[in-house]
Structures are given as C-alpha cells and as structure tokens.
C-alpha cells in the first residue's frame, strides 16, 4: 500500500498539475486523483470542433517557471484546444508530474474524520484514501449538463456533448445533424460544425451576443517580445481586475486611432446616433464592448443592444434568420462574452438551419430526431452544447462531508457560502481552488489558479510548521464575505432582473440564484488573500490542539 500523503488533490486540469508542482517544492507529499485518462482538465474534455481559448495563450500559460515560458512557442494569439492540450501535456512531461497523479479515478465521496484529523476520499472503483489536506481542484465548469427532454433516452443516432467530446474522431461527413445551446459552446462549434455534416440545424432558445474573436497566428517577432517582458508581464496581470496584462508588443501597435475617436468619451450615451454607428461600421461589434456604461447603465446598455442587432441584420442574409438571432430580452455584459468565428456568416449556408425554439417550442426527442410543435427533423446526430453545473457543480458532485457528517449541500442549501473561495467554515483543512467567492472565472483562469495553489501551499506549510491542527474560516469572516460578494455585483448587468447566466445559477432549474463569482476584481483580491497570510490567517480559526 502506497504510503499517506500529505495532501490529497482532485482534479488534474491546470490547477492540480500545478499544485503538484507547488507542493512537491514545499516537501510536500501529494497525491493526485483524477477521472480523465490524462492531464488537462477543460481542455482535455472539451475538445469539440472548434474549441479555444478566449485569453490570448502567451498570458493563459504558467508564469511559474521562467525556462518554460521561454522554450514554448504558441502557433496563435489565442489558441486552439489542440495546442493548448499539447502545452498541458509538455508541462506534465517536463515537470514529471504525472508520477503524482492516478488517472482514471473518480473521487465520488469526501468525508472529514474529526478524530483522526484527516479527510478520507473514495473513489468509483472503491479505493480509499486518507490525507490530513484535501485539495478539490476540479474546475468552475466540469461537470456537463442536459436538459431533462422527454424522449430524450429513445434517441437512436449518435448523442454527444461538447464538455464530454470523444476523443477519437468524430466523423460527420453526410451526417445531418442537430445541435441544441448557442452559449460559448455551441457559438464555437456551429460554424466548424457546418463545415463537417451534410446539414446541421440549430435549436436555438435565447439568441446570444457575440463578437468575433481575434484570429492571428502568432507572429515570431511580437512573441519574442513578450518573451523579453515576460517578468514585467507577469507583474502586470498581477495588477489588473482580470489578470491579463493588456502589455502591447511594440511590433503589433496598430495605426494610431483617428483623432474623431480617441477624442470620444469612452461612454457610448454622450455620443450622437451618427457617431455610435460610425464606430460600430469601422471597427465592428465587438467595438460596442468597449464602452464603460454599457456595463452599468441600462439605458446605454439598451443603446448598445439595439445597434448589436442591427448589425445581426447587416450580417445574416435572410431576415426572419437575422430577427431570431437578436436577443431582445436581456443586455449585452449579462452573461460570460462570447467570442466566435463567423457564426452569423454560418446561418448564410445553404445547409445551416436555424430552429428557433421560442417560436416553435421543443416538444420531445424520438427514435430519429426532434419534435417542435411546428415540425419532426430527422437528425443522425444529436449535439448537447447545454452548458454546465457551473462553480458548485464538482464540488456537490464529489459528496463532501464536514464536520460532524455535515454534507456540503446542506450547508450551500441556500448557495455557495466560503470565505475568498478557498475553505468552508465546517470543513477543517479542505481547500477548493477557485471556488465560488473568488474572482475564477472573471479572471484569467491560470493567474487565479497559481494565485490559490501558491497560497493554500503556503497556508498548509504554516500549519505544519506551527503546530496547527486545523483551519477554517471563523463564522464572521466567511458571513461578511459573502455579502461583500453579493454587495460588489450588486449595480452591474451581470445581476441585472432580466440577467440568466450559469453565473447565477440560473442555467439549472432549482439552483439557488447567487451571483457566485467574485467581481471586485483580482487584485483587490490578492490583497486580501494576502493581508490574511500576512496576519496569521486572523481571519480563519485555528486548532492549536495538537
Ligand atoms: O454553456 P452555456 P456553454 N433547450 O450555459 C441552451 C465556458 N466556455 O457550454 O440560454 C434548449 O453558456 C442554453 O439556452 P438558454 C465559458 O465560460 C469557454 O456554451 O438557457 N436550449 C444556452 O444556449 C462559457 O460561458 C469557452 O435559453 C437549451 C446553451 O444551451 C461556459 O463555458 C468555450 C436548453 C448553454 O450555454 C459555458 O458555455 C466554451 C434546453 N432545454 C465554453 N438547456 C472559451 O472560449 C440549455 N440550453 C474559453
């Protein structure tokens, strides 16, 4: 029997490779317990056509080790699934990290053992393991989810899901196909889709604001740059609410911005309809994202939806198309933004169907395809792209159990309650890495990760070295947190009354409505995070009973 390690970890996406990294140089023991069949997390499940990433790579990678962010070169801006999996995949070889990791293993219950001090994990197989840390690293968006459609099992075509994508290929060539959810997913999907299959249909329910992505390949001389900068970079993101550095090659510094427009307010109400327009034709939609009141004020917010639509209409060819792709019943800034590749120019195909389900209701799913009320498609494939159990979902998933048997459902009964995302009062010496409460998926994923995994390392160090039991979160600290959390979004579109994102929980029916992330900003963040290592973890309980 393998030895008991000093943490256990579960998850091995960015942040549990990281931590066996971080842990391993604090001369910790770590075990890693993860259900894929190799390293990767998002990027090792989601790999449907077209996924990618939506922060450009050379911020989205590792800032921990100078050597490899000097010998990785990325071939885009921002990066495809594949490359990002092979940039996953070098870092477990170089670093050795996979000799930590058992792969193949679902963690399906947690449970704290208050008189031995140490959490117990089992996992689908039926193993055991025992550690006095656990450490859930398992990712904001990892658990998939499908609506409950009635004739959903009877389906006889192939069914698939974006966030559970096979991994050997899927061959769609004189397939028709059918693809439900236009989130991220579906937005990134829809255009490679229509590419592969004889036909595709679209089931769309809420039409979605998007913009198109930055599609550069990575030229050698703008990457050597960063690569010089790469320390000030890192200091950078550190330094910005969503820990990107915004740095600027001098080699990719665009034609300086007519005098008209850099004169322009950054608001979008103080400008006349002419000048709004003017930069929406220039510059594009994603221009409309760059206006600050967009995201606080509902009137500008409501400017700026209706010229979002208007250039729908310039872009899709068949009106009746274009009028069911303008959302109207909700504002741009209310969900996750979202990036593509010529999605609106896709509904111009000849074999792109679009299936608007406000229009004509999903009625069930049958042996060879979907019913609406107004017609049945025949499909060979059935796409998912219905999103996730978002931030609670792997936590709940994993049956964790506190203090006392407390199960963590019980005590998120009413929503998500930690202290900065990192512990739950009840859960002595359990860590979640980018938990609810914490910037996560408002930030750039990797610096949040590093952040956390830095910190929760050098909290389990202090506990070792003074003698300290356990930590949790004191009552005060974790009730104030929260509020301080719901008081931030409180004023932005992303809580806005008509607002239904995943991040409020309310993509799941039943799912208390909770805005879950933290939107104060990153660094505002670390500072506290810090200001509590800082200060003996005044903020936290501390058993010195040992
Ligand atoms: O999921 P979503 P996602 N009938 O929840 C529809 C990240 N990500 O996987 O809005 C019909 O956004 C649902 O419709 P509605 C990113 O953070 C990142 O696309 O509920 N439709 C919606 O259209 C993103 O935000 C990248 O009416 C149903 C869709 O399914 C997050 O993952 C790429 C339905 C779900 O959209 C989630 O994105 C991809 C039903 N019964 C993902 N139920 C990057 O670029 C649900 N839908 C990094």
Redesign the pocket.
Known sequence: MAAQPDVLVVGAGFAGMYAVYRFRKLGLQVRVLEAGSDVGGTWYW?RYPG????VPSLEYSYGFSPELEQEWDWPEVFSAQPDILRYANHVADRFDLRRDIQFNTRVTAAAYDDEANLWHLETRAGEAFSAPYCVMATGC?SVPIK?D?TGAESFTGTVLH??LWPKEEVDLEGKTVGI???????V?AIPELAKLAKSLHV????P?YTVPANRKTMREAVQQEFKDNYRSIRDMQQNNAGGVSNFRPQRSVKKPTPISFRAADNNIKPLSEQERRARVVQRGLGELLAFSDVYTDSEANEIANELFREGVHHLVRDSSTAQALCPTDYGLGC??Q??DRDYYDTFNRDNVNLVD?QATP?ETITPTGISTDARHYDLDVLIY????DAMTGALLKANVTGRGGQPLKDKWNYGPVTYLGLQMRGFPNLFTVTGPGSPS?LCNMIIAIEQHINWIGDCITYLREHGIRTIEPKEHSESTWIEHVNEVAQGTMFTSPNC?S?YLGA?IPGKPRIFMPYVGGYPRYRDRCEHEAARDYEGFELDRSA
């Open positions: 989601n996924a990618r990433c939506d968006l609506p459609l974006t966030g439900i959810g236009t989130g991220s997913s579906g990134q089931f769309q329910r809420t979605v969900k996750r979202v990036l389900l999903l792209a219905t999103g996730f998926v239904n995943w993509n």
